[in-house]
């Protein structure tokens, strides 16, 4: 069973997620210019959400290079131990977290140091993966002390922690967004999330803004220093975004082991923060606190569903001068729908709620009456929670 969600989101002056030369993520989609937030970036603030990670946080996920500082955390044993440092190090290949590679930590020089002592001691070796790995807390914990039973031997500890790890659960984010491993295929977890790029809607008309910082110590008469002591320019746009995504049921429970309760308290938590995460990029200068006005989500056996094709022309002001952006978008998803279910029997074999903001003018309840879609303008938490588990169980 796929679980699906479409969401309609709004926002107005942001930069939520930028390439390389500090330009934002656009796609050309239906030949017109849109604005893109990568979906590795709403997963991330997806997973930092406090709707998901508050459910999570004392096994929750972790995407790190420094295994073995940790290991040593746990254990109470120095980074300086040479000997134990090499055995942990051999013990993380062996279980397939991957090899690591030695780093040089500076540190910082006494003042009556000469300079043949700072070049010999400013700095100390330690070891991190070449690769990150997708860890958890528990995880961890428990190679920490697999390894302290054993006296950290690489050999007998990690014999026991791969025996171990067969039977413990994975942690939830993990099992939801999955992780390759490259070290060893065996560790790989398929994901049991399908996640789009966010689109705008709109043909993205992108502005730059340029801007000034003033030193504030600097006086404005003074005639040798007058201008600003820095230059920048960032670009910002207004997008109406389509995102979208879906769960495979079945891959979550395999994934946690066949725990129903974990995998429906999983995908609630996962539903919830994707109406809620938004991406950090630039928030302290946009405040990008916006909320979806327009979620559809859906259950069903057969092939997932995305509604991008609705955008393919994007949505104008000019389509319905007397309706917004986000009302004329609603529209071009309801008759997309509409037309599709014709075609392909969309509601076949399908259970879907609609939750909006919409004004009741827009007659959306009427609008998917014939597709046998609830809609309802109340309590998207209590009523999201009770649809998945009511469909799930069902």
């Known amino acids: 069973m796929f679980f699906e969600i479409s969401v309609l989101q709004s926002f107005s002056t942001v930069n939520l997620n930028r390439d390389d030369n500090n330009m934002l993520k656009t796609i050309n989609f239906g030949g017109y210019n849109r604005q893109r937030v990568s979906s590795q970036c709403w997963k991330r603030a997806i997973r930092n959400h406090q709707d998901f990670y508050n459910e999570f946080k004392e096994d929750f996920g972790i995407r790190t290079r420094i295994i073995l500082s940790e290991i040593c955390k746990i254990t109470e044993v120095s980074l300086e131990n040479e000997k134990i440092s090499k055995n942990i190090v051999e013990f993380l290949e062996k279980i397939g977290f991957g090899k690591s590679e030695a780093v040089k930590k500076k540190s910082k020089a006494k003042e009556n140091q000469t300079f043949e002592l700072l070049e010999e001691n400013t700095s100390q070796e330690s070891h991190r993966l070449m690769t990150l790995f997708f860890t958890s807390r528990t995880e961890i914990a428990m190679a920490a002390n697999i390894l302290k039973k054993h006296d950290f031997d690489a050999g007998k500890a990690a014999t026991e922690f791969i025996k171990e790890r067969k039977t413990s659960t994975l942690a939830p984010d993990i099992a939801l967004f999955g992780r390759m491993a490259a070290s060893d295929a065996k560790l790989s977890v398929d994901s049991a999330v399908q996640f789009a790029h966010a689109i705008s809607v709109n043909e993205i008309l992108i502005e730059d803004d340029f801007f000034t910082g003033l030193d504030d110590l600097i006086k404005s008469d003074d005639k040798n220093d007058s201008g600003a002591a820095m230059l920048g320019n960032i670009q910002f746009a207004s997008p109406c975004f389509y995102r979208y995504a879906c769960v495979s049921y079945e891959t979550l429970l395999k994934n946690l082991g066949g725990d129903k309760e974990l995998a429906l308290k999983t995908m609630n938590a996962f539903f919830k923060s994707f109406v809620h995460a938004v991406p950090s990029g630039k928030a302290t200068s946009t405040a990008p606190h916006s909320v979806p006005d327009f979620i559809l989500l859906s259950a069903t056996h057969r092939q997932p569903f995305s509604l991008v094709n609705s955008f393919l022309k994007p949505v104008r002001k000019d389509t319905n001068p007397k309706l917004s952006l986000m009302e ?61 588990k009511e469909t799930a169980w069902s």
């Not at 004329?328 to 939750?355: G, M, Q």
Request: charged content about 30%; glycine content about 0%; some cysteine.
């Open 328 to 388: 004329n978008s609603s529209i071009y998803l309801i008759d997309y729908l509409r037309r599709n279910n014709k075609l392909y029997n969309w509601s076949d074999e399908r259970k879907s709620i609609c939750f909006h903001s919409l004004d009741e003018e827009m007659e959306i309840k009427d609008k998917l009456k014939d597709m046998n879609i609830n809609v309802t303008t109340n309590n998207f938490a209590k009523n999201c929670e009770f649809f998945i």
